[in-house]
Each structure stands twice: as structure tokens, then as C-alpha cells.
């Protein structure tokens, strides 16, 4: 079926507004069809109330039925076949081959939801018998179980058009945990977000969920944007982006009458550490592998390994050598949407006055490493600030303590790395310590791109690198952030939820007067 | 000992400040001595300084050793023995009796709190083994498990001297994560607040802990509140009082160069729906069970039913006349403060130009009920809006439909009750429904004042209840609050944390490969 460029309400399509934009191509830098519609504020208003009313129902249904769903939009995903491959490809200049294992994350995280939901101790059922006979007063039945918070509005990420956008982690783990979900698409990549979407309706569909369990809007305007997080249906925001983007929505939201959790993942540095003697013993190893991790589909991952401190010794000399002779090696490549690769350009420029060949079309990027000392680190705020591309800073420190000092002077991050020879942490303690302070995942002996996903799987981290460091975009925990507890009171079993009820029907694990049991 | 009137920094007295103020005594509505210091910047500042350094030491004390510190406190508080109940009584006008519950609750809590960092599964840990032989990419290990978040600050309650104060389930919760605290006493009863600071510097003396993981600063200027929620060393803050304090302490956090959560409880108006077979069958029953609950600790509880909601029908007017009837039998109480006092005695103006006698002191408050039709509780706000102290509004609501209306109208809520004869809340299913939505504890046949300490408890509620429907402030869930997940990846034994050893030398419960097991 052709792309309509029209906004889903629903299953209803709708283009009221006059106002249209087009993806570009970014490997030809040049538009291609259809105009896609951005959504004026009665169609986000109409989103928002649909998805309210779909979320009363929805919430209702059954684990098995939100399973089935979940696995539903996986096989119509898959059912898309090339078709989506080649439009996204077409939005993003990934290439095919990423495109594809995305796609197989995309559903395999669809899968793992369903597994997590038809297991169904997601929802950490607890409960404290009553006791009549209790003094002085007598002791009430407690029950609780997590639930649905409500609507969420998610925003689909530039950087991985399927598995972070319409139907990615956040939608996914939504739609998992009981809401009902109005996305957001990326302007960037618009036709691979309506092919998403289609998939998603005919899951729905062949389901019987209720209509405006999933709407998908248009935008370039943030007006778009803005208008879905003040909405006052709107419960909960799930966004992957800069940290411009991220900030505005979450400052709006915190500013509502009812202020709402934002969820925004913004990215970091991802500073990686390389103790000395893992330079000298596995320096040509490390630049080999930080070279491909920063480099990874054109340095567009929020884990790119952004800053690399080692000692400034001849072994670290001859380690720098090596990262810029391979950095020199890895080809231009074409960057997302040409606003990213306009601010790459200028990013580059601002660090460091970079001489190097530019790019053919503007949409290019060219694979740099900026060096620096400690000092030079310490004082320039700039090279703590994460530049999205194909670069990476290199920065000798002049001792071990200065190692402490850098790692003290960084913001908040996803990942923090460190590669450290046998026997070599031991002499490092204070700094793993200042980096646990610092980061939500701290990798060894690796690098941060590639993020497993799995139950123990922690994608967060302190401000700035997301504005709820308690939060996972990625792993079976994302379900926690679109649910609260409801907590019952000596109630009647024909109103508990099913989870809550003596005999545990649904065989799940549950706190019960503080044993854990099944 | 004699009460000094000082801040303490850690174990450090100070009162660079010349600003004083003193406690009130609300039954003679006098002022007693001493006179206390107000904090000035620098003090707060050193104390969130101190705070820092000491947080970095006692997070790394192991889980018995933080359970010992928050037992050794409850322990010293009750060697306090009868100077604490003396004092807190003469600062808000509580009985005896009600303090020496109280007191058995703070300590039950403190009790609580140590067994479940000393049992430690509440770290929720998860493993997920690698496999080098996975194709296309290696698995790496991947383990994460919660830690504490860094300093917080905590604000002592009026309502509750002890349990909701300065070492209330928000202090005992955040110090048993193994966060160090920098608590702003509640200037209503600073005395009360410097024997239980006292009490903690003791125990944490007698249990070697680092100075400075408590302070308390003392503070009747709004402009030490703001500062410490402002200081960048802050991490997370814990609230319990009025909307306007709460919203303006989370406007200020959310502002921050860096947000940090606020988990503010800011009460609410607890609604209960008298279903109409109830009130025929039940009627006096419950009218006595609502006057004891509306007039509890002179209706200064966040959980006290400040609306009652029933069909406008004849068994509803007796039931009306019995809840008139035994309020007017209540006497006059003191209440906690002359502020408090003041704005009950304002409230009540506003709801509906009471002519009721005048209380003796400006410190007393006269038991009111208020009567209201559906149709003028759907169009006076205020009527929906906490008013702190003995009163409550019964509804009559002219159908069944009018229930659902009026219970879509209301606001989030910390608890909502419903009082159901047999087999009558089988008609009401829609309205549970809505009630699920904006509470976070529903009531079956009772009263929401008396919140049962639990692991099942859910002390908390869509906004405006509070600020985050996801926490709670009473209960184990509690301790999540102050703690975030921190992942590690491929990390050697001797970099993780005991929880996350192979062998579980904790024999804590943990996730590991997708099955629960200990």
C-alpha cells in the first residue's frame, strides 16, 4: 500500500493541517515523497482523548491478550518484509544490514515484553494478611500490585528508526504494562513510522484492541511536540533525543497544573578509561576497538565512546598513533538528516579548529579524533559535551590522580568504560568509585556501544544523560516507568486484580506477609 | 541534657545566625524556650558538604552495619524515655498517648527498615550470564542491582513529631539505602526535633558511622528549604506537608541545572462513598466510625476523610443527623499550630459562612461537618480542596450516575474508600474503576486515617497527592525512593558489589537469567 503522509488517529487516518514536510534522502540530500502532514492541535486533542478512552479498555485486558499484541506488531513487522527495510534505508542512510538486525531487535524486545507480561510478576504483588484479633487495633488486609499509569506519549528517535521509534522500547514497554500510547514520529524518518504504524493497526486489529491504542502524529513544528506533553490526558513521556529537546519537554511537563514523569534519554560522553599497562599490553587491541565503537553507524549512538583518557606515557604515544592512523582509514559516511550532520560540522569546529578534508554532500561526516591534555580537558567545558558523530577525544592525563580528577569533573552518563590489565583495577578503587557515581552502566574490558538487551540491562544514569537516573529505556525493567502501585484495603476478592487474589491464579511471585513465594 | 536551640553539622553544634525563633505551646498558646537558630547559608552549605563526604563512606558500609545504626536509634530514642514525649507534647498539643504510639511506630519503622536492608533483597538484583559463543556478537555479563543515590534532604512534618519527622519513614527509608541525610526540622516542634537528632548522633557514634551522614538545621524562613533543595550536592528530597511547600520544593528541584526527584506528600481530601444499602444498613455504625476518623488527632492527618459522598435518599438524611449529631458531641481541639489553626478556622469561612461558636484560643478548632449537593460539591472547587483539621462535607448525590461524576471530578487522592452492604458493590464496578484511577489506596468497609506499616502499603497517589504516584512514603517500597540501578558489564568479581557475587554470598533473592531463585 502506498504511504498516505497522513497523521493516525487511531485507526482513523487524518491530514486537517496545510502545513507539509518531506523526509530527506540523506545519501542523495534530497527530498522524496509523499508530503506527510503535520498534525494540527484538534488532531492532537482528538489523539489524546481516543487514547484515553482506549486505555480504560485496554487496561482491562487480559496479560495473554496484551501478549498477543505485542507479538502481533512483531510478525506484522516482520510481514512488512523489504518494503520497510528499503524506506528506512531511503529516511536514514543506514544500510540495509543494520536496518535488519534492528528490526530483529525491535521485535525481540516486542517478544520480551510479551514474555514479561503473560509471566506476570512484573507487577510485584505483595501481600499482608489482616489479623482481627490484633492490639490495639485490629490489622487490615493489604494488598498492592503496579498498574497502568495511563496514556503515554512517546517520541521517536532519529537514531534507531525502528527499534527506538514508533513501536521501539518505549512504546513496546508501554503498551506492555497496560497504556495506551500516542506517538510522536520523527520527522526524519516519516514513511518508515507510517509502515510501523500500519503494522501495528493490523495487530491491533486481528486482536481486538480497542481503536486509539496506538495514534501517530506528525511533526516538524514543536508545537506538536509541546501541545502532546501539556495535554493534560497525557500521563507519562518517553523520549530518546538531544538534550535540548529532552530538557524542554521535561521542563513543560514538570511546569503542568499535574506535573507528569518525562523519561528522556540524552545521551553522554561515555568517557572510557584505558589504565597503563592495559595501553601497553593491549593498546593496538583497545584503538582497534574503540576506533569501530566510535565509528559505529557514523558515531550516531548515545553510548559512542566520546573521550578516551590514558596516561600521558610512550606507550600511550604510540596508542594515540594508532587510533588516528585507523580513524584516518574508516571512509566518510553519511550521517542521518543533514541538521545532524550541520551540527557535527560545527561541533568539529568548536573543539578544535579542524583542518581535515570536508565532506562531498552535507550530509557527510568525516572520522576525527581531537586530542587534549588533562588540563586542556579540565577547563574546556565544550569537550565534556557530547558531540553525535563519528569523533572521539583522546586526553592524556598527566598522572593517575588526574585520572580521578577528570572522572570527578564529568556530568552524569550512560556508560562509563575502563580497561584495565590483570591485577591493574586493584590500584584504581577511588576511580571505579567516582565513575559508580557517575554513571548507570560501567562496562570492563569493552566498549559501551551495542547495549544488550535483558532483564539486568540498566540504559539510564544521572542527569544529564537522562532526567530519572532510577529509569531504563532498554531491558524488561522499562516496564516500571509507565506504572504505579494501587494499593487495596480489606477488599472483596470480585474487585482484586486477578495478581492479587488468594490461590495465586496467575502463579506469580509475590511478597506475601514478607516471604517471597509462587 | 537541656535543649541548646543549635544546628547541628553532623555532630558539630552551630548557630552563626542571629536570627532566633521558639515553639509554641498550642494549649496555652505561649512561646517556651529556648530560642533556636535559624541555619544561615553557610551552615547549609557546610552541612551538605558534609553530607557528601559522609555519604561517600557509609554507602560503602555493609547492609548489618546500617541495620545495627537504624536499630541503635531506636534504641536511643527510647532511652529518651519521658524528656521526648514531655516535649513533644508541650510543642503540638498531641496527648501523651498519642506521642508514645507514635513512638512506638517510628521505631517500628526504623525496626523495619533495618530487617530489610539486613535480609538486602530489596537491592533487586539481576544476572544475566554471558556467552562467548553467541552468534552474531558475544553475550557479555551483565549484572545491576540498585544503590543509593547520594545525599538527601528530608522535611520534618508538623502533623507527626516523630514518624513523619526527623527521623520519620523518610530519613529511616533513605538512611537504610545508604544515603546520608541533611534534615530541615519542622519549626513547630524544634524541640522535639533536637532530642531525636541527639538520639541519631549517639547511635551513629556508638556504631562508628562517618559524621556528618545527619544534620539538622533548624528554620522558619523559607529561605533555608529553598536552599537546600537548591544545593547541587542534593540528590533526592522527601516531603510531607502542605500543597503549596510541595509544589514549590518541586518547582524548585525540577528547575535545578541538575532536577533531582521530590517525593512530596501533600495530603488530600480522601473521599468516601457510602453506597446506599450501607448507609440503610449500616448507618450509625458508620456514622460513629467517620466521626472518629474525621476528628482523629484533631483532624490533622493527610488521610482524613475530608469529603463523604451518599445517595440523597431518607436513610441518608438520619445518617446525615447521627454524623451531625456526634460531631457535635466532639469537643473543641487544639491543634498543632496557630498558623494551622488560623487556616482551618479561614477554611471553614469559605466553605460555607459557618456560624458555629468560636473555639476559646486561637489555637482551637471547632468539629464541623458541611452538607453540599452533588450539584454544588461538581461546582465549588474549594469544596474538593484539603482543608487541614475536624471537618468533613457530606454529599448527597441525587443518583447513582452523580457518584461516578463526583468521583471523576476529584483530584488525585492518597486513599478512597467505599462502604458496600453485601452484593451492593457489585453495581458499582465503574465507579471502583474511577476510583482506581485517582487514588492510591482503596478502602473497603473502613477508614483511611491509621496507615498500616507494611510491605504492601501504597502511602502515596496521583498528583496532587503527591508528586510522584510511583513512590510511596510508608512501608518497605519506601527505601526504592532513594536509590537507582547501577549496571555492570563484564565487571571481575573484585569490582562488584557482594549482592551481585557468583555463589550469592548474601542469600539475597536475585533474577538471575530470567528465573528468580535464592
Not at 518525562?262 to 593496538?284: C, H, Q, T, W
Not at 584503538?287 to 566520546?306: I, M
Request: a neutral charge.
Amino acid at each position: 500500500m502506498p504511504l498516505t503522509g497522513r497523521n493516525f488517529i487511531g485507526s482513523t487516518r487524518s491530514s486537517r493541517g496545510a502545513k507539509v514536510f518531506r523526509a530527506v534522502n540523506p545519501s542523495l540530500n534530497k527530498e522524496i515523497e509523499p508530503a506527510f502532514h503535520e498534525a494540527v492541535p484538534d488532531e492532537i486533542d482528538r489523539a489524546m482523548k481516543l487514547s484515553e478512552a482506549a486505555f480504560v479498555e485496554y487496561r482491562g485486558r487480559l496479560p495473554g491478550q496484551r501478549a498477543a499484541f505485542l507479538r502481533g506488531i512483531a510478525s506484522e513487522i516482520e510481514r512488512l518484509g523489504d518494503e520497510l527495510v528499503e524506506r528506512a534505508v531511503s529516511e536514514t542512510a543506514l544500510p540495509a544490514a543494520r536496518i535488519t538486525g534492528e528490526r530483529g531487535r525491535t521485535n525481540g524486545q516486542l517478544r520480551m515484553f510479551a514474555d514479561l507480561v503473560e509471566e506476570g510478576s512484573w507487577v510485584d504483588a505483595r501481600i499482608d494478611h489482616g489479623d482481627a484479633n490484633r492490639k490495639p487495633a485490629p490489622k487490615p488486609d493489604i494488598r498492592r500490585a503496579l498498574t497502568a499509569i495511563g496514556p503515554v506519549v512517546v517520541f521517536g528517535a532519529s537514531n534507531f528508526p525502528l527499534a527506538f521509534s514508533v513501536v521501539g522500547g518505549d512504546t513496546a514497554s508501554a503498551l506492555a504494562a497496560g497504556c495506551s500510547v500516542v506517538i510522536k514520529a520523527h520527522p526524519s524518518h516519516p514513511g518508515t513510522s507510517e509502515l510501523v504504524m500500519g503494522a501495528m493497526l493490523q495487530a491491533a486489529k486481528s486482536n481486538s484492541m480497542p481503536d486509539g491504542v496506538v495514534s501517530l502524529l506528525h511533526g516538524v513544528d514543536p508545537e506538536v511536540s509541546l501541545a502532546l506533553v501539556s495535554h493534560a490526558l497525557a500521563k507519562a513521556v518517553g523520549f530518546t533525543g538531544s538534550h535540548r529537546a529532552g530538557r524542554a519537554l521535561f521542563d513543560l511537563a514538570a511546569a503542568r497544573a499535574e506535573p507528569i514523569p518525562v523519561y528522556a534519554e540524552m545521551g553522554s560522553i561515555n568517557p572510557v578509561f584505558v589504565l597503563p599497562r592495559a595501553v601497553k599490553e593491549s593498546g593496538v587491541q583497545i584503538a582497534e576497538g574503540l576506533t569501530n565503537s566510535v565509528t559505529l553507524g557514523v558515531g550516531q549512538f548515545c553510548t559512542k565512546p566520546g573521550v578516551v583518557v590514558c596516561l600521558d606515557d610512550e606507550a600511550t604515544r604510540r596508542f594515540v598513533e594508532e587510533v588516528l592512523r585507523r580513524m584516518a582509514a574508516v571512509p566518510v559516511g553519511t550521517m542521518l538528516n543533514p541538521r545532524i550532520a550541520k551540527a557535527y560540522a560545527d561541533g568539529r569546529k568548536q573543539f578544535g579548529g579542524v583542518h581535515a578534508a570536508s565532506p562531498g554532500l552535507p550530509t557527510q561526516a568525516v572520522p576525527t579524533v581531537f586530542t587534549a591534555t588533562g588540563e586542556q580537558f579540565l577547563s574546556n567545558r565544550h569537550l565534556r559535551e557530547e558531540l553525535f558523530g563519528p569523533e572521539t577525544v583522546v586526553v592524556t592525563a598527566k598522572s593517575p590522580g588526574q585520572f580521578e580528577e577528570i572522572a570527578s569533573c564529568l556530568d552524569g552518563q550512560l556508560t562509563a568504560t575502563i580497561h584495565a590489565a590483570g591485577g591493574e583495577l586493584a590500584e584504581y578503587r577511588l576511580l571505579v568509585e567516582i565513575l559508580r557515581r557517575k554513571a548507570g552502566r560501567l562496562i570492563f574490558n569493552g566498549y559501551p556501544t551495542g547495549v544488550e538487551v535483558c532483564s539486568a540491562m540498566h540504559h539510564g544514569g544521572p542527569y544529564p544523560a537522562t532526567t530519572d537516573s532510577r529509569s531504563t529505556s532498554v531491558g524488561t525493567a522499562a516496564i516500571e516507568r509507565f506504572a504505579r502501585p494501587v494499593c487495596y484495603q480489606d477488599c472483596p476478592a470480585e474487585m482484586l486484580p486477578a495478581e492479587l487474589l488468594e490461590g495465586n491464579p496467575m502463579s506469580i511471585w509475590r511478597l506475601i506477609d514478607g516471604q517471597w513465594s509462587q
